[in-house]
């Protein structure tokens, strides 16, 4: 099973120029999350400093009982052979053939003999459907073919941890949909936590179990899918509607005045279902929509059950409509517990947003103050 990743007052700067300030976020085991945020809020930066490439100055990030910020530079290589990472253009040398490259990091980190390393390339090209690409050079095949060849690089080592800046970027539709069942499918046979960054709205809507927005050097929000796919959040519902009007500008943000000005007139014009379907899978309404299932014949995901046992702990810490959406999605057995109170509350401490179970009603909370994204 993957491992949690727990955030906590993360704080980036790069001179006088601060990226975010104050992130506090539990990447639960096993589950798959995406992070969406206008360009240039710091998703990149926040993927590089969980694997311990930026060093933020202020906060911490706990895997598997050490701080990454504060551990020595020996701790944090054993750390990062937890991580695989999906580059934006697969990052493939680009004089090696698809085998070389995805047989580079156990050549480079183990022992193992040829023939084990053979085997193990095969599995990995096979789980991500390259079979036959093995003499392939990267500049030989499509960008599809490249992710995924960057993709079963990232599993040859067994993560624990898998990191995807961008996997859509530079893909069709129709690849992308290829990927991301691709994404679930692995989820289910791997049962690594996942963290997503992303810029498509039909992948943020239908892959991963949580959800967060990056915004104004602030996480606005993070948690259970539904909660972010129901917000009345005013920058949520912008991003989710790929409009113009709302908080987000074009290369800064907006004076409140005109902020308001904008909505009045959209309200005028019949709100965001008068938006039609928007670029990059956004779309009007407030659906929150089916989630993607594993393909069929593939085992079920085991964080499903993990994850559905936690909103349920959960639940009557979200707003009305956040729980109508999160109760379709569980069990009536999970409904029954949590309406009869049988779990202990999980309201009241420091930002968290996960309700680990042995230690629910005294550290964890479920939601970011509603007025975030206009702080
Ligand atoms: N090593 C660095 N030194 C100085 N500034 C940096 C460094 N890395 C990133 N930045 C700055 O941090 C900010 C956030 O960059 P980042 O690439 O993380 O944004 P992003 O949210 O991933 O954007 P996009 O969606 O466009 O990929 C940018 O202003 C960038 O210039």
Do not use: C
Not at 8 to 23: A, C, R, Y
Not at 53 to 78: A, C, F
Not at 239 to 256: A, Q, T, Y
């Amino acid at each position: 099973m993957g491992v949690a990743v727990e955030v906590e007052g993360l704080t980036k700067s790069f001179g006088s120029q601060n990226i975010w300030s104050d992130v506090t976020l539990t990447l639960p085991p096993g589950e798959i999350s995406v992070l969406l945020g206008p360009s240039g809020t710091g998703k990149s930066v926040f993927l590089k400093s969980l694997v311990g490439l930026l060093k933020p100055e202020k906060g911490s990030i706990v895997i598997k009982d050490t701080d990454i910020v504060r551990t020595s530079e020996h701790q944090l290589y054993e750390i990062r052979k937890l991580f695989g990472v999906l580059f934006q253009d697969g990052a493939l040398f680009g004089s090696m053939n698809l085998f070389d490259n995805i047989a580079f990091p156990l050549r480079e980190h183990t022992k193992k003999s040829e023939s084990e390393v053979k085997s193990i390339v095969l599995e990995k090209m096979d789980m991500v459907g390259l079979q036959g690409a093995e003499g392939k050079l990267p500049g030989e095949i499509s960008g599809g073919m490249r992710k995924r060849a960057g993709l079963a690089r990232a599993l040859v080592l067994d993560p624990e941890i898998i990191l995807f800046d961008e996997p859509d970027s530079g893909l069709d539709p129709v690849r992308v949909a290829y990927l991301n069942q691709l994404i679930v499918d692995l989820n289910a046979q791997i049962d690594a936590t996942f963290l997503i960054v992303t810029h498509d709205i039909g992948t943020a809507r239908t892959v991963p179990d949580n959800l967060g927005l990056l915004f104004r050097r602030n996480l606005v929000m993070f948690g259970p899918r539904e909660q972010l796919l129901t917000s009345q959040e005013p920058v949520v519902r912008q991003f989710l509607n790929g409009r113009r009007e709302g908080p987000i500008g074009m290369s800064e943000e907006k004076d409140v005045a005109q902020v308001e000005a904008e909505m009045a007139a959209l309200e005028a014009r019949g709100g965001d279902s008068h938006n039609g379907v928007g670029p990059k899978g956004a779309s009007g309404g407030d659906a929150v929509p089916p989630q993607l299932t594993p393909t069929e014949g593939l085992p079920e995901r085991k964080a499903e059950k993990r994850r559905q046992e936690r909103v349920a702990r959960m639940l009557h810490e979200f707003d009305e409509e956040t729980q109508a959406a999160i109760r379709k999605s569980l069990p009536d057995d999970l409904l029954a517990k949590a309406d009869a109170g049988a779990f202990e509350p999980t309201t009241g401490a420091g930002g968290r947003h996960w309700a680990p179970e042995a230690q629910a009603g005294s550290t964890a909370t479920a939601v970011l103050p509603r007025q975030g994204g206009e702080a």
